[in-house]
């Protein structure tokens, strides 16, 4: 199971950052990956962070602001967002994949790759 919090309200330009408990099994099996879906939208992937090695991966639309990591000691999965802007408002969520990844094979990417998800995490984003 996942659990993912840290949600909120804030203004454009402000930081929050996400956590993914997971629960159940642990990071060395599992890549998680985190996916927004904004009102009226459909679901998309944001990042993603390989079990196999910690590989990372961005879209391009928050490359550079988004940060993906992980502390296996918790087994947790956290997405540090910095420089928020109106348009990155959506119910975040989390899910994980047994998809390995990583060390020369693709990450997983793509929303039918995930087997588990988490309850959403309302980002909300003030101009």
């Known amino acids: 199971q996942l659990q993912a919090s840290g949600g909120g309200l804030v203004h454009s330009g402000g930081s929050l950052r996400l956590s993914c408990e997971v629960s159940?099994?642990?990071?060395?099996?599992?890549?998680i990956g985190w996916f927004r879906q904004a009102p009226g939208a459909e679901r998309e992937g944001i990042s993603c962070?390989?079990?196999?090695?910690?590989?990372?991966h961005y879209v391009d639309s928050v490359n550079g602001r988004f940060t993906i990591s992980r502390d296996k000691d918790k087994n947790t999965v956290y997405l540090q967002m910095n420089d928020l802007k109106p348009e990155d408002t959506a119910l975040y969520y989390c899910a994980f994949t047994y998809i390995f990844g990583g060390a020369g094979y693709p990450l997983p990417t793509e929303i039918y790759q995930y087997d588990v998800w988490g309850q959403g995490a309302q980002v909300t984003v003030s101009s």
């Open positions: 159940g099994s642990t990071l060395d099996y599992l890549s």
């Open positions: 962070i390989s079990s196999n090695d910690g590989q990372t």
